[in-house]
């Protein structure tokens, strides 16, 4: 059966929120779609109108945080760049049976999607790439655990703005319950966060974003990674902001310090590529390192997928990964994937098989697998790398994501 879908999605194709809306998105070709989005607008008041929202609660972070790296996406949950109004011109006589939402931090408010659904009788699905709308607009659940407590006394508010967080956290919860919403949860460390605020929407667990493939000739890139210089393993670090501490660059730092302090140069078999905003103290530090390297600033996908097809392993150190879609995304490229004990890691990494789970925060254990992969070899390297990228083609199919949200979508109406 053939659906009409809207899907809002803030940015689509940059960033990890923004590639994963995109690929969402992409499963659904067959089925009738609009796609509320500020990457295909053409109107320059709207888009002037976001800039400003977005630069002056950016702004506003460093008046009323502890950290302007503290990342508390929502200041203002009633806030949104389009109203009903306007999204209604966009969509015309358009009326959908499904309503997905992925990544609204200032495209709509809830009360905006609470008047869609209403005038629509639509379902609403959140996918959930992040858990800043489940608490008072903080991604720092590991933190601390205010958000059971309707997150009273925010540790990153100054004390005259604590209210800030208490009250986004009454506004979503006093839609959600007027919306209903299901939310697609992306991973079992999301759905144990989810279980402890004791919501009584239904959620549905799903562990593997889709991916969409790119023709690229697997025996091709296996041969590239043997005829690699100097016989160097190739490992790939998509960190996007290394200044932010839920991304984990401190750790993956210290780890490659202890890792080559063990071995004499002339051991050292490891190439690393490091890829996000790189700040002048982050490049300083790279002259600690005994390992070769190369770094880029952020990249267009097709870039960073050329980068992916002459690696041999990529790491994601983040500590408070939700749920990684570059894991997914790397894995499709043939990619064995480090990961701390953190998001999807512990559902979708066999250990030793397609990459290594690392306990939390743990230096000496992420540097012991970085002198496993140094020691590795040939044969053992395309092993990993051949049953990661048969895992990633039998498990992170489009189909499979489609398949998952049209039943979640059927199952909730026949229960209504």
């Not at 670090?237 to 063990?262: A, M, T, V």
Request: charged content about 25%; hydrophobic content about 35%; glycine content about 4%.
């Amino acid at each position: 059966m053939k659906y009409k879908i809207l899907f809002f999605s803030e940015i689509l194709g940059a960033g990890g929120g923004g590639i994963a809306s995109k690929r969402i998105i992409d499963c659904f070709k067959n089925h009738e779609i609009k796609v509320i989005s500020l990457s295909d607008e053409k109107n320059l008041i709207i888009i002037l109108k976001y800039n400003i929202i977005r630069f002056f609660y950016r702004l506003k972070r460093y008046f009323t945080t502890y950290s302007d790296k503290f990342s508390f996406n929502t200041f203002n949950s009633k806030i949104g760049v389009y109203s009903p109004i306007i999204i209604k011109k966009k969509i015309n006589k358009f009326r959908p049976d499904i309503i997905v939402v992925t990544w609204i931090e200032f495209l709509i408010s809830l009360k905006t999607l609470y008047e869609l659904k209403t005038e629509f009788n639509a379902n609403v699905i959140i996918v959930a790439m992040d858990n800043h709308l489940l608490t008072g607009g903080c991604r720092y659940v590991n933190e601390c655990t205010n958000y059971t407590n309707q997150c009273k006394n925010c540790l990153a508010l100054k004390d005259n703005f604590k209210s800030i967080a208490t009250q986004n956290y009454a506004y979503y919860r006093f839609y959600f319950n007027k919306i209903k919403p299901n939310f697609m949860l992306p991973s079992d460390h999301s759905k144990k966060f989810y279980n402890e605020l004791n919501m009584k929407f239904k959620f549905l667990e799903f562990d593997f974003w889709p991916i969409q493939y790119n023709k690229l000739d697997r025996k091709l890139y296996i041969e590239k990674s043997n005829n690699n210089k100097l016989g160097e393993k190739i490992i790939i670090c998509p960190i996007q902001k290394f200044d932010e501490p839920r991304k984990g660059w401190k750790y993956l730092y210290q780890s490659i310090i202890d890792f080559q302090n063990q071995l004499s140069s002339n051991k050292i078999n490891l190439h690393f590529i490091f890829i996000g905003n790189l700040e002048k103290s982050h490049i300083e530090s790279f002259k600690n390192f005994r390992v070769s390297y190369e770094y880029y600033n952020y990249l267009k996908i097709e870039q960073l997928e050329n980068l992916y097809s002459k690696s041999d392993f990529g790491i994601i150190p983040s500590i408070e990964e939700w749920a990684s879609i570059s894991t997914n995304e790397m894995m499709t490229f043939g990619l064995p994937v480090i990961n701390f004990m953190t998001g999807s890691c512990k559902n979708i990494i066999i250990d030793g098989k397609n990459g290594f789970k690392i306990n939390l925060r743990d230096v000496y254990d992420l540097s012991e697998k970085l002198k496993l992969i140094n020691n590795m070899s040939l044969d053992q390297m395309n092993k990993m790398k051949q049953f990661t990228h048969s895992y990633a083609l039998q498990n992170f199919k489009s189909q499979t994501f489609e398949e998952k949200l049209l039943k979640f979508h059927v199952s909730e109406k026949n229960f209504l």
